[in-house]
């Protein structure tokens, strides 16, 4: 009698447990999502309510940006708040003011394709010198370009446009042409070269000329390039690469003529072989850099050492001069 | 101890050395920089001139011509030019691929500003910007930027610190291993001190260190003050045992007086009692005799050993002498020799039992070695000292034997002694005692005049001093 009592307590008991375990789960599923959802909201909302505004460092030389309050319904009166902004002083206190005190926004609007246009006017009629001009105006374009619906800027003094040294005007200024930090600036004088890149045709019968322009550092050796440019195989659709793509210059050097390319071994092993395929793959990389003046001749190292085959057709110890081809 | 010299060595020279060559390579790093940013801003201004010169901000032809020699200026010097307008915007690139941006970049700003700056980037990179003067309206027109990489620079650098570490750690390598050397040299005659040393503790105490007239040194010192030591060593162990056989011979003597007139009496027949009594007092006296002798001995070594503390009091000199010489005066009555004192009131602190024995060794000596004349005793002082002097008028002492008289168990003239009944003790108890006091005792004689005893006796102890504390 006792145990059957007990027994049936027990079931209600574990039930009851499993309810309640049950509620619990889900009032705490809801309040989680509910948070995510409303911090997520909160954020978007942040997100479109910060606008990252250009002010100049202590030092007057550089931009700095601090992130600001925005407010706002439409698109013209955030840019209003933004330029108001623009105007006074920065909160940060090693910053400064990036906008010069006789300057006065006349007037500004928005076009469809996201441009801003503004007027400027000097309120006692003098210009700015050239470099405080300058960090304005890229406070301008920066800050306002922050913006998503802003993507350039066009600045007129009294309705006239901007004239620039040469006699131009200046007009829409985006992020990309108005540069305000030096550190991706590269260093390496570059220029524009045209190279022939001999690459398989069609039918593996022979090697046809692809002629590409590309970007070397003068003072590089062209021929790591035209090897670059080899390996990452033609662009025309009727020719064939000659070079596995796994392969990695490790050295280049021209002495009297003769050119010694040092490949990795991906050279070898990644080569499909056969004794046409090794014989193309030898004398596009010959024929390429053979055509640049200076290079008369190829010696070819496998990982540093001479080989005396490639795939084992061909005499690879011997340094090679251009040829026709014909298979 | 070799290993420990070598470590602190390596330590100590690793330190400054890692602190010089970084500043080493600091200051090559700096100086190829700053030779860079020289020749940088030498080609800016160059340019500048150039571009100040001909008018090409609206000349076609020029700016053709002028973009070449850029270009050929660029790849030679393996940098990047560009020259910008006054409003910042490119006109010229030697990569011709910023034409038309505009730079608001700080080395822009700053040649605007009239200023010609040659420095180095956050990230690494050297540049220089130079402001474009027109020489008619003396205004800024443009800017000069050069920028270059500073790689070739590294590497050089890298190189130098490569090689520079190498020689360094080969100079580091060789000075320990020379150390190394060079510390057994000290070590050394540390060592033979050692064996010397242990020889010695062995028993052979005529170990010595070999002396070195060149080269002295603190450790050479040290052998020679080893051998100081070890000769007084040697020169004590010698005493001792010259004063074991004295002491037996002093105790041999009256026993085999003893045994004699033992022997005499045990084998005579038919003494006559008046003899018995006469041998029987005679051994008396030689017993006597062995008792003071030890007694004296007993006295000496306590003293010497100071296991008998002095007791310092305040006593009065004075009545202090004057007692001595009261108490002696039978004595010299009694071979006719004639005793005066004369002193002062002088109080000092002294051990009066002991000083009483000293003093009296002294005034009885007089007294003995005076066959006729007479013994003067006085007592005088400084604010400092005490002086006693016994003088007699006898015998006197050889000048060759004045500084052996304070020996134990040393007489000048042996069979004298046997007469006058003394232990040979009586000057070294002196001696010692005077000594202790802290004070001096000083023998001035002639043969035949005389002798004189000075004795200096402190008037404070400064034992007592610190026990009054």
């Not at chain 1, 049936?8 to 959802?37: C, G, M, P, Q, W």
């Not at chain 1, 992020?175 to 220029?191: C, F, G, H, K, S």
């Not at chain 2, 001909?54 to 070449?68: G, H, I, P, R, V």
């Not at chain 2, 000075?454 to 009054?468: A, C, S, T």
């Amino acid at each position: 009698m006792e145990n059957g009592f007990n027994n049936n307590n027990r079931e209600d008991y574990i039930e009851r447990k499993n309810k309640a375990i049950y509620i619990i789960v889900t009032a705490i599923v809801i309040v989680l999502a509910s948070f995510l959802i409303n911090n997520f909201q909160a954020r978007k909302e942040v997100e479109k309510d910060i606008c990252n505004v250009y002010f100049l460092d202590a030092s007057e030389e550089f931009l700095k940006s601090e992130e600001r309050y925005i407010s706002g319904d439409s698109e013209e009166e955030i840019v209003a708040n933004v330029l108001e902004i623009l105007k006074n002083k920065p909160i940060s206190e090693v910053l400064v003011q990036s906008i010069p005190e006789n300057v006065e926004f006349k007037d500004y609007w928005i076009d469809s394709k996201g441009t801003v246009y503004i007027d400027l006017h000097f309120t006692d009629g003098k210009k700015p010198k050239n470099d405080v001009a300058l960090m304005a105006r890229a406070a301008l374009v920066w800050t306002l370009t922050d913006l998503e619906f802003i993507n350039g800027v066009c600045i007129t003094i009294d309705g006239d446009p901007i004239i620039a040294a040469g006699g131009e005007y200046i007009g829409i200024l985006t992020r990309d042409d108005l540069v305000i930090d030096a550190a991706e600036i590269i260093t390496e004088p570059l220029d524009e070269v045209t190279v022939k890149l001999y690459f398989s045709n069609g039918d593996s019968t022979g090697l046809d000329v692809e002629i590409r322009r590309i970007i070397v550092n003068p003072n590089q050796e062209l021929g790591g390039y035209v090897l670059t440019e080899l390996i990452k195989g033609p662009v025309d659709e009727n020719l064939k690469p000659t070079v596995p793509p796994e392969t990695k210059v490790l050295d280049l050097k021209v002495l009297d003529g003769v050119c010694y390319v040092d490949l990795s071994s991906d050279f070898v092993t990644k080569h499909s072989g056969g004794t046409s395929e090794e014989l193309l793959t030898i004398y596009s990389i010959v024929n390429s850099l053979t055509s640049i003046e200076g290079i008369d001749k190829v010696q070819f190292l496998i990982e540093g050492e001479k080989q005396t085959t490639f795939k084992g057709g061909v005499d690879f110890s011997i340094q090679f001069t251009a040829k026709d081809l014909y298979l | 101890m070799r290993w420990l010299l070598l470590i602190l060595c390596c330590i100590i020279g690793f330190g400054p050395i890692f602190i010089f060559s970084r500043a080493t390579m600091t200051s090559v790093n700096n100086y190829f920089t700053a030779n860079r940013q020289k020749e940088l801003m030498r080609q800016a201004n160059v340019i500048a001139d150039q571009v100040s010169g001909s008018d090409f901000f609206t000349n076609e032809d020029n700016l053709e011509y002028f973009s070449e020699y850029l270009l050929d200026t660029s790849i030679q010097g393996g940098y990047r030019i560009m020259i910008t307008d006054r409003t910042g915007m490119v006109i010229m690139d030697s990569n011709n691929s910023e034409k038309g941006k505009v730079y608001a970049i700080q080395e822009v700003i700053e040649a605007l500003n009239n200023k010609s700056v040659a420095n180095v980037q956050n990230n690494g990179n050297i540049y220089t910007a130079v402001p474009i003067m027109d020489y008619t309206s003396s205004e800024i027109i443009g800017s000069v930027l050069i920028f270059s990489s500073a790689a070739d620079i590294t590497d050089t650098v890298e190189v130098i610190r490569g090689l520079f570490s190498f020689i360094l750690l080969g100079i580091l390598i060789c000075v320990g291993i020379a150390i190394f050397f060079i510390s057994k040299i000290f070590v050394k005659p540390l060592k033979e001190l050692q064996g010397v040393i242990n020889r010695l503790t062995d028993g052979h105490l005529d170990s010595r260190v070999k002396e070195t007239k060149v080269f002295r040194n603190e450790i050479t010192d040290i052998g020679s003050a080893f051998n100081e030591m070890a000769d007084k060593l040697e020169k004590i162990d010698d005493s001792r045992q010259i004063f074991v056989s004295n002491v037996s011979h002093e105790l041999k003597t009256p026993l085999s007086s003893i045994k004699v007139l033992a022997d005499s009496i045990s084998t005579a027949d038919d003494l006559p009692k008046e003899m018995y009594i006469e041998f029987l007092q005679d051994i008396t006296n030689e017993v006597d005799r062995m008792s003071n002798i030890i007694t004296d001995l007993l006295n000496l070594v306590r003293l010497d050993q100071k296991e008998l503390p002095l007791k310092f009091e305040a006593t009065d000199l004075n009545k202090f002498m004057s007692d001595i010489v009261k108490r002696l005066t039978p004595l010299a009555n009694a071979k006719d020799i004639d005793i005066t004192y004369e002193g002062k009131n002088v109080m000092a602190e002294i051990d009066s039992v002991k000083l009483s024995l000293a003093i009296s060794n002294l005034v009885e000596n007089a007294i003995k070695y005076t066959d006729e004349g007479k013994v003067t005793v006085t007592l005088d002082s400084d604010h400092q000292n005490a002086f006693i002097t016994v003088a007699d008028t006898g015998i006197g002492i050889p000048e060759s034997e004045q500084n052996k008289i304070f020996d134990r168990f040393y007489r000048v003239d042996k069979t004298r002694d046997r007469q006058t009944g003394g232990t040979g003790l009586g000057l070294s108890i002196t001696h010692s005692t005077v000594l202790m006091h802290n004070g001096s005792i000083k023998v001035l004689s002639k043969e035949n005049e005389g002798s004189t005893f000075l004795v200096r006796i402190p008037l404070k102890h400064p034992y007592v001093l610190e026990n009054d504390k």
